[in-house]
């Protein structure tokens, strides 16, 4: 259209380059599409940013021997540096595999898993480190979800207690200044436990701190 100064396409009128329609552009009457039928697609130059409509909100830049940067609501969140990259705000994540050295700067918080009172207690070890649990009656522990052996993982548990009993499993190994059994409790107390495993819970290596007041 030359009063329009552009080339025009009806919708699902395709734009093909290439002996064997190796890319080709169109519009279905819904969506925008760039569909490469050979090789890579590859878009090329030394500073190529994406955008929304007009110009808008910047979604994503790459900088030639610079970074890479991800946006969300037109704020960097994620950008590549030299050495890695740079995180703006909170990271949640489902996992994570540290291979190497770990630098905390700040404070690191785990949310404390609370234990509802009963006989026999399970504790899942994929749910955290720090577990709390107000004894309602004698009650016998056990362990499931434990970090495979090689791997090592720390459990404190947080126990306060009237007058009842604590039953651990035979894999816990106290210490000989309790005379290798769990540590006699007081009643009305506050007790932490600390219980420690590297080869997957075949052995537990306990030690409590108790008797703290309520």
Do not use: M
């Amino acid at each position: 259209d030359a009063s329009d100064n552009a080339l025009e396409f009806a919708d699902n009128a395709y734009l093909r380059i290439g002996s064997g329609n190796d890319i080709e552009c169109w519009h279905d009457g819904t969506d925008s599409n760039i569909k490469s039928n050979t090789g890579q697609l590859k878009i090329r130059g030394s500073d190529i940013r994406f955008k929304s409509g007009d110009d808008g909100e910047t979604f994503a830049t790459f900088f030639d021997d610079g970074a890479c940067t991800l946006y969300n609501n037109n704020q960097a969140k994620i950008a590549t540096t030299a050495t890695g990259i740079d995180v703006t705000g909170t990271a949640v994540t489902d996992g994570l595999t540290v291979a190497g050295t770990q630098t905390l700067d700040g404070t690191s918080t785990q949310t404390a898993e609370t234990l509802s009172a009963a006989s026999t207690i399970t504790i899942d070890c994929s749910t955290g480190n720090f577990f709390t649990l107000t004894a309602g009656q004698n009650t016998t522990f056990a362990f499931s979800n434990i970090p495979a052996s090689g791997n090592a993982y720390v459990l404190v548990l947080q126990v306060a207690v009237a007058t009842y009993s604590l039953t651990w499993p035979s894999a816990v190994k106290w210490s000989s200044t309790t005379g290798g059994s769990a540590p006699t409790l007081t009643a009305n107390k506050v007790n932490n436990f600390v219980l420690v495993t590297s080869d997957g819970g075949t052995t537990w290596r306990g030690s409590a701190n108790t008797d703290y007041a309520s």
